[in-house]
Each structure stands twice: as C-alpha cells, then as structure tokens.
C-alpha cells in the first residue's frame, strides 16, 4: 500500500515551483490543489488531489496534514486508494483506520471467494434472490479470480507451446 506524506507532498511541490514565494499557507495549499495530481493505477489511470490543510506550531511555522475523505480526520499520512463507487473508478485518500477497514473488508471478500473456488458445490443448493452483499460479492470475486487463472494459463501455455 502506498503512503503519502503530507510533508514531501508540499515539499515536493516546493521544489517544482522554482524557487517561488508563497506568503501564507493558505496561498500554497491552494497552489498545490490547483497544479498537482497523483495518478494511480495500471489499466485505466485514476488521479486525484488530496484534502490539505495545516497547524500552526509553536516551535515550527506549520505543520501540514491531509484531511482524510471517509471520516475527516487530520493525517500526517494517508493512503491514496481506488475504490469502486457507483460503477466509476474513485480515487480517495484515507487515514490508516479507514485503509485498514477497507483492507479488511477486502480480505473478507477474499476469503469467502476461495471458499466458494474451492467448494463449488455449495453455490449449487443457495437461494440467489436472499443474498447478502458479502455473500454476493465473494461469489462475484470467484469468478473473477476463476477468469485470471484461466487466462494466466491460457497465455503460459501459449508462451511454452507455442500457438498450436
């Protein structure tokens, strides 16, 4: 999982505007949402521009964080995430509480998904239309890891026999 770090992210930006003056932290938060994207993703690229916001500091002029999208707590840190969000690919920035959820969420899936390859007899006596989200999801997730693995051999055998 990548993490990003308020700090470099401004100082980053610092150092591609040349040397410029910025008089107030508000000016710079709003130049760095005007200017920068962070891309992700390697099929269909999603980008996005985190929430900034800063601290003033006794010791230091200021601290800048990254205001979380799921549940709006100031972060040092967070984790830019794609999520699936009404058919269209979203990118959010999450605190490590709400990565962890959502990471979570994803292992559960996961797991019942392998269950559900490796015993697929089970699928056979289910009643479809009383599904839970959970349950429907990790059938839809076999599925999907079924097609990857049968695709995967596909192209092996392919690349080591040759296209006969």
Not at 143 to 150: L, S, T, V
């Amino acid at each position: 999982m990548q993490v990003l770090e308020a700090k470099s992210y401004v100082e980053r930006f610092l150092a591609s505007s040349e040397g410029k003056k910025f008089n107030t932290p508000d000016e710079m938060i709003n130049m760095i949402s005007k200017y920068t994207n962070i891309t992700l993703g390697d099929d269909t690229p999603v980008s996005g521009t985190p929430k900034l916001g800063y601290i003033k500091s006794n010791l230091k002029g200021e601290y800048y964080i990254i205001y979380c999208d799921a549940c709006s707590a100031k972060c040092r840190k967070s984790y830019p995430t794609i999520l699936n969000i009404g058919g269209s690919k979203v990118m959010k920035f999450l605190c490590g509480k709400c990565a962890g959820k959502k990471y979570e969420r994803k292992k559960e899936y996961e797991r019942r998904a392998l269950e559900y390859l490796f015993h697929p007899e089970k699928l056979g006596s289910m009643n479809y239309r009383n599904l839970s989200l959970k349950q429907s999801m990790a059938i839809l997730e076999a599925g999907f890891i079924e097609d990857k693995i049968r695709e995967r051999a596909e192209r092996n055998a392919s690349k080591y026999l040759g296209s006969n």
